[in-house]
């Protein structure tokens, strides 16, 4: 199995540092990604860092994700409470899926409460602000070594 992390991220999180900040904050995607590679590097991994506003071309990414990488990584956005297809291409990758939210999804309007995504993530981050998506991405690598440990 490749050592190589996909991180998908959806709908908006491209206007993350300029949208509502009192709720996302001032940092950027790019940032966040920058932070992810980082901690991907450090443990001998390499990480594709991908958004979309499209629903279609996310399920794509995760679809073709399934020989390519060793984990998922993924912050779906608005995607989290509404996709159905999306849960349905993860769960068909039989990849890990470690989820991650900017906000805390628990503590914003009802919808958001619930996450389509959860049911199957071996772990969810969220209100951590981007340092969230570090924190996924080193439990992904756990979760990874550990496997390759009971090979």
């Known amino acids: 199995m490749p050592r190589a992390i996909l991180v998908v991220n959806g709908p908006n999180l491209n206007l993350l540092g300029i949208r509502e900040v009192g709720i996302y904050g001032c940092d950027t995607l790019e940032t966040a ?8 590097v450090k443990d001998g991994f390499t990480l594709d860092f991908k958004q979309s506003n499209s629903e279609s071309e996310l399920i794509e990414w995760i679809q073709e994700a399934r020989d390519k990488y060793s984990a998922i990584v993924i912050n779906a956005a608005a995607f989290s409470h509404t996709s159905i297809a999306i849960l349905d291409a993860l769960t068909l990758t039989k990849l890990p899926v470690f989820e991650v939210h900017v906000s805390n999804i628990f503590a914003r309007e009802e919808f958001r409460n619930y996450s389509y995504i959860s049911s199957i993530a071996k772990s969810v981050v969220c209100g951590c602000g981007i340092d969230g998506y570090v924190y996924a991405v080193q439990n992904a690598i756990k979760c990874i070594l550990s496997a390759e440990k009971v090979v």
């Open 33 to 40: 990604e920058k932070l992810c590679r980082d901690a991907a």
